[in-house]
């Protein structure tokens, strides 16, 4: 049975959430570090080295109100998934993605919260089972980017 677990982040009383891949909760950790006190970091807060740990995990998306386009996609993203989103409109890849990545960047994109996400996803071979931690990055007050990582889920 393939379970379904998504957490916006209003999280617990200090707002954060509970996310079980470690990968991932590192990432987290960072973007906590690097929010301080505001709503979100910008993508300028995240220098290139510190990103390393994750570089073939994450990806990036430019968000411009409804529409949003990949700037980066992972190296193992496409080994993972078997095709390349880089540069591509996210609305222009539901046929190998479906329509929930889409949905949940543009909550993302209205809330400026993070989200936190197991669940099967379409590859270009098979149906895989992945965890997905997507981060909202502000400039002047708005979500202009998303810094997301996705890893094969954990398996007890």
Known sequence: MIQFRQMFGNGDKDGVIAISH???????????????????????????????????????????GEDSRYRLYGTELVRIFGFDLTGRRVADCTTLIGDKPMLEYREIIRSAKPVYISRGSPSAREFLLMDKLALPLMEDGKVNKILAAIYLSETD
């Open 22 to 64: 470690p990968d991932l909760r590192a990432l987290y950790d960072l973007w906590l570090q690097k929010r301080g006190g505001g709503p979100a970091p910008s993508r300028g807060d995240f220098a290139v080295e510190e990103l390393r740990p994750w570089l073939g995990h994450l990806m990036i998306i430019d968000c411009d």
